[in-house]
């Protein structure tokens, strides 16, 4: 499960908020033995009051998927991470976490992300594949 977490480049984050309505949003990741990081980056966003960032301040727990799907259904497959958020105050650690991402997305070696950095310690992993 774990290899094909990380052959995937987008996961979907699933938050819930202090009104427990849920929220999901694709993010950019990286793993590191069992945390899960990812950042906020400077891709246009309509507010830096990001729902996302509110919903782990009010409720830590959080579901990330990945997922393959192709019109051949005996190669689908589905992981999800379950674990609890925080955001990163430690600047080691941001720093490394940024490392971490930018050896996945050249986007990031372009430009790092300069906004908060999430890690997620890993809890659960689970999936489902067709074969």
């Known amino acids: ?23 999901i949003v694709p993010v950019c990741f990286a793993l590191d033995e069992q ?14 009051n990001l729902q996302r960032l ?20 005996s190669r689908l497959w589905w992981v999800r991470l379950d674990g609890d958020a925080r955001v990163v105050t430690d600047r080691a650690e941001a720093g490394m976490a940024v490392k971490l991402l930018a050896a996945r997305y050249a986007q990031y070696r372009a430009n790092p992300p300069a906004g908060p950095v999430v890690a997620v310690a890993i809890a659960a992993m689970t999936g489902w594949s067709a074969s």
């Open 1 to 23: 499960m774990r290899s094909r977490f990380q052959s995937a480049f987008i996961a979907r984050l699933a938050t819930v908020g202090a009104g427990g309505r849920p929220h």
């Open 35 to 48: 945390t899960l990081y990812f950042a906020v980056d400077s891709k246009p966003k309509r507010t830096e």
């Open 54 to 73: 509110r919903n782990i301040a009010a409720n830590p727990v959080v579901s990330i998927l990945v997922d393959h799907y192709e019109d051949d259904w």
